[in-house]
């Protein structure tokens, strides 16, 4: 009885998730058009307490089975039913947590070789340690520093307007007006990809941990997020005109592309690996002053003659110890196309039972080949 009755609610709570998520992304939709009219922004809204309505069904729906699988387990259920009522009115971003992390527990899933119990030891009490310590680790958003655009379809072109080349004629009065030069685009060619990864967690981790799995499975979520934008990027950055400079007059190379080489248009940065920038850092002027300078602007909080500097790790735009750097305009250079922002779910596996699968969409293509450079600079491989 109490298990068909569980199928029967949890089976409903999963169509009232497939609406919410169907909902929200028209929704998104909808607030994403740049030409949105006033009838969009009431179909936003009646779409907004449309899912706020199936929130709360979900939330009631959880209750329930809580109920079920407290009554199966022979636990007595709580004073005041479901409803919860006396607890007051929890902030909205509150009970959206504490949605998502009763989804989390939502089903009874096989040991994953992911985050067992072994694994999630630090989370499981048994001292007075509570909450886990992140490792601490530091990562650039490439994302911040190329063209983002919202795609809503599979594939399609983004065009990139050229810099103008032409001038204006002079003419008589009343004359014939000359022949005016057309805008130049260039088309970007884009194609969707789905990128898919797992976050697998076993029962007894959920059952045992005393940290809101929120928090947790969203930041691990989020870092493959991240990793995976940067690691599309700096393919990108590395399809860039290839540029050596020698090590003996390697500042006076640098300067050369930022001055001459790139458009003085281009709105430059550096996007340095640590090796490059360990290098970049270590040089000095005749005066033996260091050329690197302090920048409250910078993503590093260092520019060099003026042009901010990031850092990435090496193996994003090379190998270990080997110094490379792209010395551009990132935004021209780089072209993302996001269809689909981070998502996770509960997904059946044969072997597994089920895992959370966290997935993304998106493209990154090069835009404007001339708007950079991959530069390396020849230096010693530190021993790891």
Same mark, same amino acid.
């Not at 740049?34 to 309505?53: M, P």
């Not at 959206?96 to 030891?121: C, M, P, V, W």
């Not at 994003?316 to 750097?325: F, I, R, T, V």
């Given at each position: 009885?109490? $298990? %068909? ?52 069904? &979900? ?8 109920? =079920? ?7 007595? +259920? ?11 009115? %929890? ?30 030891? &630090? ?6 340690? =509570?909450?886990?310590? @992140? *490792?601490? /680790? ?9 063209? &983002?655009?919202?795609?809503?379809? +599979? ?6 307007? /050229?810099?103008?080349?032409? /001038? ?44 809101? !799995? ?20 700096? %393919?990108?950055? $590395?399809?860039?005109?290839? /540029? ?28 340095? @690996?640590? @090796? ?46 080997? +110094? ?10 780089? &072209? !993302? ?12 596996? *044969?072997?597994?039972?089920? =895992? ?16 950079? =450079? ?8 530190? @021993? $790891?």
């Amino acid at each position: 009885m109490f $298990k %068909e009755k569980l199928k029967e609610l949890l089976a409903k709570k999963d169509g009232k998730r497939a609406v919410i998520n169907e909902k929200t992304q028209e929704m998104r939709n909808l607030l994403s058009n740049e030409d949105a009219t006033e009838d969009d922004l009431k179909k936003a809204k009646s779409l907004r307490s449309d899912i706020a309505k199936a929130e709360d069904e &979900v939330r009631s729906l959880e209750e329930d089975i809580k109920l =079920y699988r407290a009554a199966e387990k022979g636990t007595p +259920a709580p004073d005041g039913g479901h409803k919860g009522e006396g607890r007051g009115t %929890e902030p909205g971003a509150e009970e959206e947590k504490r949605a998502f992390n009763a989804y989390l527990h939502q089903e009874t899933r096989d040991d994953a070789s992911g985050i067992t119990s072994s694994d999630a030891a &630090v989370t499981i009490p048994e001292s007075i340690q =509570y909450n886990p310590e @992140s *490792e601490v /680790k530091t990562v650039t958003d490439l994302s911040q520093f190329v063209q &983002v655009f919202n795609a809503t379809t +599979a594939s399609g072109s983004y065009p990139i307007l /050229k810099k103008a080349t032409a /001038k204006m004629n002079t003419v008589e009065e009343l004359a014939k007006n000359p022949a005016l030069a057309k805008p130049e685009f260039i088309q970007v060619a884009w194609k969707i990809r789905t990128y898919r990864g797992a976050i697998p967690i076993s029962q007894e981790s959920i059952d045992d941990s005393a940290v809101d !799995l929120t928090g947790l499975v969203g930041r691990n979520a989020n870092e493959q997020s991240l990793n995976t934008k940067n690691a599309a990027i700096s %393919e990108i950055l $590395k399809t860039f005109t290839a /540029k050596t400079v020698d090590a003996s007059k390697a500042i006076d190379d640098l300067k050369k592309i930022w001055n001459v080489d790139l458009d003085v248009a281009y709105n430059k940065m550096i996007i340095a @690996s640590q @090796s490059f920038f360990n290098w970049l850092d270590t040089l000095k002027d005749k005066n033996g002053r260091y050329l690197l300078q302090d920048s409250i602007t910078s993503p590093s909080g260092k520019a060099v003659s003026g042009i901010n500097v990031a850092v990435v790790e090496d193996d994003l735009l090379g190998a270990h110890g080997e +110094a490379h750097a792209f010395v551009g305009d990132p935004y021209r250079a780089v &072209v !993302l196309a996001n269809r689909k922002d981070l998502q996770v779910r509960w997904v059946d596996n *044969e072997v597994y039972g089920q =895992y959370l699968q966290a997935v993304l969409r998106m493209d990154a293509k090069q835009a404007d080949a001339n708007a950079g =450079y991959f530069v390396t600079v020849p230096v010693e491989t530190p @021993s $790891k």
